[in-house]
Each structure stands twice: as structure tokens, then as C-alpha cells.
């Protein structure tokens, strides 16, 4: 019963780092702590970027969630391997 409860936290993991990287716009960069806005000077009508603030998760959230999906699903095996062998 345990490996199920390890294989289901997961999943969750995965689900939850998938969200997460959907959420926050799924970049396929990296981590950005800004993003680029375009505006107009009313008066002299010339272009210009401005930074606006922001946390936008990047891959990393997506390979974060797999890399605890992988490591959740692998001590599920490793007990349901060892409660086989003992006889459980």
C-alpha cells in the first residue's frame, strides 16, 4: 500500500509541475524574472521596451516535476520489489 501512495505523490508531482509551467505560460526558456513590454510616447510617438516585474516559470518547473515523478515511481518499486522478496 505503500508503493501505491509513493506512485500516486508522483503523479501529483507531475501534474502539479505541468500546472505550474502551463500557468505561468509555458516557456520553453529558462526561468524569467521579467518580461518585455512595447509602448508609445504619447507626445513624440517614438517606440519604446519597458521591464514589467514578473515570475515566469520556465522548463526548469516541467523538469522539476518529472525528475520527482521519476524518483517517486522508482522508491514505489524499490518497495514493492522488497515486500515481494520478503514474502509480504
Do not use: C
Request: proline letters at 3%; charged letters at 15%; a negative charge.
Amino acid at each position: 500500500m505503500k508503493a501505491l501512495g509513493f506512485r500516486l505523490a508522483g503523479i501529483g508531482a507531475m501534474v502539479l509541475g505541468f500546472v505550474f509551467w502551463m500557468y505561468g505560460g509555458a516557456r520553453l526558456g529558462w526561468y524569467a524574472e521579467f518580461y518585455v513590454v512595447e509602448k508609445v510616447d504619447p507626445i513624440m510617438e517614438l517606440t519604446y521596451t519597458e521591464e514589467v516585474p514578473a515570475f515566469l516559470p520556465g522548463v526548469e518547473a516541467l523538469a522539476l516535476g518529472f525528475l520527482a515523478f521519476v524518483a517517486l515511481m522508482a522508491i514505489g518499486a524499490l518497495i514493492d520489489r522488497k515486500g515481494a522478496s520478503l514474502g509480504a
